[in-house]
């Protein structure tokens, strides 16, 4: 713990910025579409030690009911789809939703990049920024939005304009043209079924781009749940994060990334030797195999080559199956605890004075 607070937070957010890097080529399976690379942008937030100084710096979430478990860190991350590696990712107050954390991350759009994102991002101001930085989007869109077609396209799909306010609509000013997409689902075992499903893109040709192509693309955003599930149920030895203090759990997320990359720079190396995606990879398995072998390691560079090229062939081997076409409805099983809900004055609860034999009244 004292090694960890002479480091501080600023060495790991140097290595950062000079190590993690988009990994995937033009010739990496389902990394671009279209000649552009495939991201995606989504959060989660991760339980903290339940402390005073993390409880004031990053809050607790809450309901009428009562206050969370513990106080929470929101993080916002941006992935390279067909590696499942964190690019860039942000770190902010639990209470912070990811809306308002999308904008410092969409300042590193690049215009080569299709940038995938759900409903809950959607805003004229988010859409206009993606544009501004040259990059194509593919994004969900609230379907209680006003939206007026301009021009019926020969695949279904209509042109509209998307507005910053009500009166810039009403006075059609300031407005930015986009392409929407309208599908529903007829299998009556997948969820969501009959549900009507708004894209939005910014490619408005439908000879070049089709509806049905980019309603399909979309679903690679899904990916990026997959890469949130590696980060949060293998890595981590527990629920919740150890450090103690805010920048202690600055430290400890970027450490976490960091340690996540490293794990995806190998499959994506190892995947190149076959070659085949790095999504066909075990996660789990490069991830054991690495913890084995790392004591191995050599420490000259010239004894380590012949350790590295084993590390990636016995990674390679790590092949997985396509997925089975499967869906599984966002619901749990329990909701609600019989236990009695924890108040702020159960959290600084007063400490016994005596032993306990010593307090025990043996009744006559």
């Known amino acids: 713990m004292k090694v960890r607070k002479r480091l501080g937070v600023a060495p790991l957010v140097r290595r950062a910025a000079e190590v993690v890097e988009l990994l995937a080529t033009p010739q990496t399976p389902g990394a671009f579409y279209g000649g552009m690379r495939l991201m995606t942008v989504d959060g989660f937030v991760v339980d903290l030690p339940d402390m005073p100084p993390n409880d004031r710096v990053f809050g607790r979430p809450g309901n ?20 499942h590696g964190f690019w860039r990712w942000l770190i902010k107050n639990g209470k912070i939703d990811e809306q308002r954390m999308a904008k410092p991350l969409l300042k590193h759009l690049q215009p080569d990049m299709r940038l995938l994102w759900d409903r809950g991002f959607a805003s004229f101001e988010r859409v206009k920024q993606a544009v501004g930085r040259g990059a194509n989007l593919l994004a969900r869109w609230k379907n209680h939005r006003i939206l ?55 490619l408005l040709d439908e000879k070049l781009h089709p509806a049905s192509t980019r309603v399909e693309l979309y679903h690679v955003r899904s990916w990026e749940e997959w890469a949130i599930d590696e980060l949060q149920t293998h890595p981590m030895e527990r629920p919740v994060l150890r450090s103690q203090t805010p920048a202690g759990v600055v430290q400890e997320i970027f450490g976490w990334m960091l340690g996540h990359y490293v794990v995806r720079t190998l499959m994506y190396k190892a995947a190149g030797q076959v070659p085949t995606s790095p999504l066909r990879r075990s996660f789990v398995g490069t991830l054991k195999i690495l913890r084995c072998r790392l004591p191995e390691c050599p420490q000259s560079p010239r004894a380590s080559q012949p350790w590295w090229k084993n590390l990636l062939d016995e990674i390679a081997e790590e092949q997985i199956p396509c997925r089975r076409n499967r869906i ?31 307090s025990v009244v043996l009744r006559h």
Do not use: M
């Open 328 to 358: 599984n409805p966002r619901v749990i099983k329990r909701q609600q605890s019989h236990w009695p809900t924890q108040r702020p004055h159960h959290r600084q609860c007063p400490q016994p004075t005596r032993p306990f034999r010593d």
């Open 64 to 83: 009428r009911r009562s206050p969370g478990a513990f106080p929470q860190a929101q993080v916002l991350g941006r992935v390279e789809a067909g590696t």
């Open 148 to 202: 007026r077609p301009i021009r019926i396209l020969s695949d279904g799909s209509y042109l509209a304009r998307i507005y910053a306010h009500e009166s810039d609509r009403r006075a059609d000013r300031n407005g930015l043209d986009v392409r929407i997409i309208e599908d529903t689902l007829n299998d009556p075992e997948r969820v969501g079924c009959g549900e009507k499903h708004r894209l939005l893109t910014t």
